[in-house]
Antibody, heavy 126, light 107 residues
Framework: EGQLVESGGGLVQPGRSLRLSCAASGFSFDDYGMHWVRQAPGKGLEWVSGISWDSGSIGYADSVKGRFTISRDNAKKSLYLQMNSLRTEDTALYYC???????????????????WGQGTTVTVSS | DIQMTQSPSSMSASVGDTVTITCRASQGISTWLAWFQHKPGKAPKLLIYGASSLLGGVPSRFIGSGSGTDFTLTISSLQPEDFATYYCQQTVTFPHIFGQGTKVEIK
């Protein structure tokens, strides 16, 4: 089934940086794509960023492109999100998630997040 | 970017009703569509992937259909635990944009 545990959230001033981490267990981490999804207070789900099993394919939402960087360390079974130049509108609960699709030689494809962490809260405020 | 538009944004229904939620993509995505259920205070839950494939353990009253640009999620015989917000998401290409959500409330 798998388990994901996010950490690194907190209160930060606008313009500053924060790094989120997501520790995976219970599944073969290096076989699956991973994602970050957020939910701002009172808003819907927003996909933030995704990374393929081998880091060969990476994508970002337009709202974070150029400011956020996703990465993974398969040896440590960990996913990261480096968030720079934070804005008040980045305030949200951030989830990491595992994609259902198993990576491999067939190319990069995704089915959606079948395992989610409980989230870590990021508050950007002066 | 491929935009996803859900309708309605909210609806009221009774236990036992059949409800249908629609999701439209701004361009064709074949069947690269997922549906999620989200309840307050909990992590979202994947229900359907590939537009119509039910994830293991998800009740068969959840039915997904469609391809190309138009998709539907049908919940037959609504149960008390089904009152939640539902989201579609395209997974064919980054960014994997979600629809704005459909809140299913108790009538």
């Amino acid at each position: 089934e798998g388990q994901l545990v996010e950490s690194g959230g907190g209160l930060v001033q606008p313009g500053r940086s924060l790094r989120l981490s997501c520790a995976a267990s219970g599944f073969s981490f290096d076989d699956y794509g991973m994602h970050w999804v957020r939910q701002a207070p009172g808003k819907g789900l927003e996909w933030v960023s995704g990374i393929s099993w081998d880091s060969g394919s990476i994508g970002y939402a337009d709202s974070v492109k150029g400011r956020f960087t996703i990465s993974r360390d398969n040896a440590k079974k960990s996913l990261y999100l480096q968030m720079n130049s934070l804005r008040t509108e980045d305030t949200a609960l951030y989830y990491c998630g595992k994609d259902l699709a198993e990576g491999g030689v067939a190319g990069y494809y995704y089915y959606g997040l079948d395992v989610w962490g409980q989230g870590t809260t990021v508050t950007v405020s002066s | 970017d491929i935009q996803m538009t859900q309708s309605p944004s909210s609806m009221s229904a009774s236990v036992g009703d059949t409800v249908t939620i629609t999701c439209r993509a701004s361009q064709g995505i074949s069947t690269w569509l997922a549906w999620f259920q989200h309840k307050p205070g909990k992590a979202p839950k994947l229900l359907i992937y590939g537009a119509s494939s039910l994830l293991g353990g998800v009740p068969s009253r959840f039915i997904g259909s469609g391809s190309g640009t138009d998709f539907t999620l049908t919940i037959s015989s609504l149960q008390p635990e089904d009152f939640a917000t539902y989201y579609c998401q395209q997974t064919v290409t980054f960014p994997h944009i979600f629809g704005q959500g459909t809140k299913v409330e108790i009538k």
